[in-house]
């Protein structure tokens, strides 16, 4: 079946540095969703890609859809301690149900 | 903020009872969802529904089930709960069915014991 798969799994980060966390899927996406789950908290949407080789950015993040639209990556720059929590990315599946991603939790050394 | 509302936010149980997780939604939306975590792990979907009346199971099995009576009220209920239902339960909900941009509530966390 559709798979969505993420990496990595975690990252451990000294705040300052840049962070880039990678989506696959095994099939073509009509769209990608990207959410930030802080720890003990819920998923909270972040952004949707819908285009071949969209870029979008918001701040310090920037998100990417690949050109055959399998693929996506989330990169953030200079990370600050707000920044962590797990981010996961989602691909719809038929009849509109979202599968998640693994999630990459990103921790960040003050 | 999203108006989505979970309770209750922590419960715990013994193996056995009967047990009723409720989420509303003020939104009007008519695609819910509920998801089920174990901490630090992905997001499994166990029910959905287009609306009301309409119920489907998701891609992880589960014991549990849901009803669809209104629109705003999507109730998942354990009927014996088990030590294996020990989990976090997320419900969300969604206005558009094809792009699907999620809602999400702020989680039931049930250890059963």
């Known amino acids: 079946g559709q798979q969505v798969m993420q990496i990595p799994q975690y990252q451990h980060v000294q705040e300052g540095e840049d962070f880039t966390t990678y989506c696959n899927s095994s099939?073509?996406?009509?769209?990608i969703q990207w959410y930030k789950q802080r720890p003990g908290g819920h998923p909270v949407f972040l952004i949707q890609?819908?285009?071949?080789?969209e870029v979008k950015k918001q701040k310090r993040l920037t998100f990417q859809f690949g050109e055959a639209k399998k693929n996506s990556s989330l990169h953030i720059t200079a990370t600050q301690t707000t920044d962590v929590g797990t981010y996961f990315c989602a691909g719809p599946r038929q009849g509109g149900k979202l599968i998640f991603g693994q999630g990459t939790e990103l921790s960040v050394k003050p | 903020e999203a108006d989505i509302y979970q309770t209750p936010r922590y419960l715990v149980i013994g193996t056995g009872k009967k047990i009723t997780l409720e989420c509303s939604q003020t939104m009007g939306h008519d695609k819910m969802y509920w998801y089920q975590q174990d901490p630090g792990m992905e997001l499994h979907l166990i029910h959905y529904?287009?609306?009301?009346?309409?119920?489907e199971k998701g891609d992880l099995s589960s014991e549990s089930t849901v009803s669809r009576i209104r629109t705003e009220h999507f109730p998942l209920t354990l009927e014996s709960a088990r030590p294996s239902h020990t989990s976090q339960y997320l419900c969300?909900?969604?206005?558009?069915?094809?792009?699907?941009?999620?809602?999400f509530g702020e989680g039931s966390r049930l250890t059963v014991l």
């Open positions: 969300a909900s969604s206005v558009d069915r094809n792009t699907g941009e999620l809602f």
């Open positions: 890609l819908v285009k071949s080789g």
């Open positions: 529904s287009y609306g009301v009346n309409s119920t």
């Open positions: 099939t073509t996406l009509s769209n």
